[in-house]
């Protein structure tokens, strides 16, 4: 029987990757504090832009995106992404 894929060597190395490339959440476009614990709700986690659950491939890179835990959260496994809202600061 086989184990969980996500705790495989090739999604070590997903995951990995723009970990260290300290890049923002592509959700809210935050950046991400990579020293959080992972329960944390703004720790990094990888999302996929199109979600497992609708077919999209957990292997793929041109699939993987960083996230916050929170805003990955929030969007579940909808295709589409709400975009912020434009600051009305004057």
Known sequence: ???????????????DWPR???LPCWLCGHN???TLNAKHSM???LDHLV???K????LDPANARPAHRRCNS?????TSIK???ASRRW
């Open 83 to 85: 975009q912020p809202r």
């Open 55 to 58: 077919g999209g491939d957990l």
């Open 1 to 15: 029987m086989a184990g969980n894929p996500r705790n495989g060597r090739p999604y070590r190395r997903l995951v």
């Open 20 to 22: 260290a490339q300290h």
């Open 51 to 53: 979600p497992l659950s």
């Open 32 to 34: 991400i504090d990579g």
């Open 43 to 45: 720790s990094f986690t």
């Open 74 to 78: 929030k969007r579940g496994n909808r």
